[in-house]
């Protein structure tokens, strides 16, 4: 079960929250900017893994063929043509 609450909320809320605090207490205003750079960087690194992940299913997909398995078939009971056109 999801609470609904993606990161990006969750860092707004936690900027919003720290925003109010810093305000009251007169405290760090540059601790905002910091958390925008945070937020860049984890943006840019979720970005770099999506691409990551993207990369190895295309190299999969490009490893081995497209398999729809009828009713009934499952994945043990494909054959692969092998390197000099016979199957397993």
């Not at 109010?20 to 900017?33: M, N, Q, R, V």
């Not at 945070?38 to 970005?47: A, G, N, P, S, Y």
Request: hydrophobic letters at 45%; charged letters at 25%.
């Amino acid at each position: 079960m999801s609470s609904g609450l993606t990161p990006d909320l969750a860092v707004t809320a936690l900027r919003e929250g720290l925003k109010t605090c810093l305000a009251s207490t007169g405290g760090y205003p540059d601790l905002i900017a910091q958390m925008d750079v945070e937020r860049d960087r984890v943006r840019t690194l979720r970005q770099a893994i999506v691409e990551g992940i993207e990369a190895d299913i295309a190299i999969l997909d490009a490893l081995a063929p497209d398999v729809r398995l009828g009713d009934g078939q499952d994945a043990g009971s494909v054959s692969f043509a092998r390197e000099g056109g016979l199957a397993a």
